[in-house]
């Protein structure tokens, strides 16, 4: 699928300045019924692949002619049919006598992921194309629309290792190490010991291709399939526990160095007080091990987050004593409890919270629910 542009068109007609909406005008011309959208199938059965390769394109013509003094620009998008619209894709320029094309993978994405409907089962997708009309007077758009059935596949269990000079089986590709898969074939994670070096992942023990690869920067997945491509790898530039979650439906990867395995909330402004057997844990960000979030009840009273069920041990606090929650953002990390500042919550504040922290920004943010 061509990439998205995010420009704020609207396939809806509007009067705008320059064009006059005169009723002189006006959309009394001949029957305009010119543009045709015609989709290559009526009815598409997906099978799971990584070929970027349309299985679905739909083609138009050019809308009826107005004359030399009109133009024309060509809008295309889709939708789950029968919708309206209203969960449509991104509006996109295209060409006249133009076409706009689906991958299998794209289109699951678009039926399973961003509409919802389930999987391996026929669901009924509605595209259009508008030629909006520039030109001395207000013209309504010409629209063309067409209906296809399209069956997703069910995605089926593709287990990945990781592998290279930093990851515990190192460049032995009959010793990576199994990432866990968190959806079939689409999104995986993995936490473990990493020493400074390079990584990658493969798809079986022992096999180097097909493997998955940096791609134009440490964000980005490529699939590298025969040593022709370039093995660029991820690089870890320091020892220690690192997490690492990839996407194989938009080609990501985010991975991270952990600060902390587990972090606490503590004070007599939450649930626990101060009790140690009662600590509130904060939870990870999947996709980033240094963001913790927690939601939940805060009382009139203290808080401070702690790293381990002990009091002397590496602390997240405010830069001073009595801080506001509201106010004071920012975050230092010290090796032991002192200097013991922690954030003050009063009556007036106390109520339902999110709370993020974010560990890399020192930064955290109190938000009432």
């Avoid at 300045?17 to 959309?27: A, G, L, Q, T």
């Avoid at 390079?198 to 096999?207: L, N, W």
Wanted: some cysteine; hydrophobic content about 35%; aromatic content about 10%.
């Amino acid at each position: 699928m061509k990439s998205k542009s995010y420009l704020p068109l609207l396939l809806a007609s509007l009067c705008l300045p320059m064009v006059s909406c005169d009723d002189k005008d006006n959309d009394k011309d001949p029957e305009r019924n010119q543009l045709v959208l015609t989709p290559s199938a009526q009815e598409v059965t997906l099978t799971e692949t990584d070929d970027p390769t349309p299985v679905l394109t739909f083609s138009w013509n050019t809308a009826t002619d107005l004359g030399s003094e009109y133009s024309f620009t060509y809008l295309f998008q889709v939708d789950i049919a029968d919708n309206n619209f209203a969960s449509a894709t991104e509006v996109e320029i295209v060409e006249p006598n133009g076409s706009y094309g689906f991958s299998a993978g794209e289109l699951y994405n678009l039926i399973v992921e961003k509409w919802g409907r389930t999987a391996g089962q026929p669901a009924r997708i509605e595209a259009r194309v508008a030629a909006r009309v520039d030109g001395p007077y207000f013209k309504y758009p010409e629209i063309a629309t067409a209906i296809t059935t399209v069956t997703t596949f069910v995605p089926v269990s593709r287990p990945l290792y990781i592998t290279g000079s930093a990851t515990p089986g190192g460049t032995d590709l009959n010793a990576a190490t199994g990432i866990t898969e968190l959806s079939n074939g689409r999104l995986y994670s993995w936490r473990g010991k990493l020493v400074p070096g390079t990584f990658k992942f493969i798809t079986e023990p022992g096999q180097e291709f097909p493997s998955y690869n940096m791609g134009d920067d440490s964000k980005t997945l490529v699939r590298r399939n025969d040593a022709s491509q370039p093995d660029k790898q991820f690089e870890a530039y320091e020892e220690g526990t690192y997490s690492i979650y990839l996407s194989l439906t938009d080609m990501t990867i985010s991975y991270a160095k952990v600060m902390f395995e587990h972090l606490y909330l503590v004070g007599n402004g939450t649930m626990a007080g101060w009790e140690l057997d009662k600590l509130i844990e904060m939870n990870p960000d999947p996709s980033n091990p240094n963001i913790f979030t927690y939601n939940g009840p805060l009382m009139e009273g203290e808080i401070k987050i702690i790293s381990e069920r002990e009091w002397n041990v590496p602390t997240v606090k405010p830069l001073k004593a009595d801080a506001d929650i509201n106010s004071d953002t920012e975050v230092q990390i010290t090796p032991g409890q002192d200097p013991d500042y922690k954030w003050k919550v009063t009556a007036e504040q106390a109520g339902t919270y999110k709370i993020t922290l974010d560990l890399e920004k020192l930064t955290i943010n109190f938000e009432k629910q």
